[in-house]
C-alpha cells in the first residue's frame, strides 16, 4: 500500500481539533488531508470493541464512499484508578455535544469519590490507513503520565488540560502545538506510520 506526494487523503473525522493535528502532522510529507466533514461524508457509529477496531471501521467508511485513501484515529484516555476508563468510550463520555468539560468533570468526581490518589493516566491512539479497495494497516501509539485538577490551557482539545504527559509540569493543553506533536500518543503512532513506507515520492 502506497500513497504518492501529492495525493489527497481523507481524515476520517469530524472532530476539527483531531482534523486540524492529523492536517499538522501529515503536511511536513507532501499529502493533501481533507476532513471528512468537509466532503460531507457521514461518520460512522463507532461499533467496535477496540481503539484499533473502531479506527479501522471510520477509515474503510471514508475511503469506501470517497474513492480516496482515508486516514481514520481513536483515540482515548485511560485513567488508571477507574480501571482503565474511559479509554474506549472517552468521546462518549463528552456526551452528545462533544463538551469535554463535562467528561473532565465526571473523572473528577468518580476519582474523588473513590478517594483515589493515584492520578496515573495514558492517552493511546489507533491510527488506521485504508485505500480505496479495503487495503488496511494501523498503528497504535501509547503516552503516560498523570492527571491534574482543575484543568489547565487553551491548546489542543478533549482531555488536554488535565494531562501531564511524563517528564513534563504542563498540560497537553498548555503546550505549543509543535511541543505537543513531538511527543503526544497522536505523534507516535504517525512515527510508525511513517516508518512503514507508505508515503512514496512516486509510484
Known sequence: MKLPRG?????ASHNPG????????LGPHGIEPIGAGELGLPEPDAT?????GNAALKARAA????????????????VKALGGAPGIYSARWAGPTKDFAIAMARIERELRERAA???????????????????MQSF???VHGHLTFPPRGTQGFGYDPIFIAAGMNVTFAEMEPHA????SHRALAF??????GVFVESL
Open 7 to 11: 495525493s489527497q487523503l481523507v481524515v
Open 18 to 25: 483531531k482534523v486540524r493535528e492529523i492536517k499538522a502532522l
Open 48 to 52: 467496535e470493541t477496540t481503539l484499533t
Open 63 to 78: 475511503a469506501l464512499a470517497s474513492g480516496h485513501f482515508a486516514l481514520a484515529d481513536d483515540s482515548g484516555l485511560s
Open 117 to 135: 490518589t493515584d492520578t496515573g493516566a495514558w492517552f493511546t491512539c489507533a491510527l488506521a490507513l485504508c485505500s480505496p479497495h479495503g487495503e
Open 140 to 142: 497504535v501509539g501509547e
Open 180 to 183: 505537543k506533536h513531538a511527543i
Open 191 to 196: 512515527e510508525k506510520l511513517l516508518r512503514s
